[in-house]
């Protein structure tokens, strides 16, 4: 019997996470996932994601890059990216 616990961890790493933290939020991005399609560029509402000059998605097209600085957290990204390649995790909404 298998055990699926480990082959999610092991199916994950293969997406090749990038997580990145500042003031208790937390952006983890899944360059295998990513598919280049730009929608979360287009619906951040404070213009805070762009296309990396370096890095790669799953397509071998651009991947993006979220600027902290100016990331409010609102988990719009995760939600409309059509291959679940960001996740959002704001401990500072949590601990209200
Ligand atoms: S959480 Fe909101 S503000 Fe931050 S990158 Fe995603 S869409 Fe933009
Ligand atoms: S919406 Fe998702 S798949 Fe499209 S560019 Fe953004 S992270 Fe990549």
């Known amino acids: ?18 997580a990145v933290e500042k003031s208790g939020l937390q ?16 619906k951040c509402p404070v213009k805070c994601i762009s296309w990396s000059d370096t890095e790669l998605g799953q ?9 902290l600085d100016k990331c409010i957290g609102c988990e ?4 409309i990216c ?4 960001i996740e959002i995790n704001d401990t500072r909404r949590q601990k209200k």
């Open 27 to 42: 952006v983890t991005y899944f360059h295998g996932l990513c598919k280049s399609c730009g929608e979360c560029i287009v």
């Open 59 to 67: 397509t071998g097209e651009k991947a993006i890059v979220i600027d």
């Open 1 to 18: 019997m298998p055990d699926i616990k480990q082959d999610n961890r092991t199916d994950l790493a293969r997406f090749r996470p990038e």
């Open 82 to 85: 059509p291959d679940h390649a």
């Open 76 to 79: 719009t990204c995760e939600v």
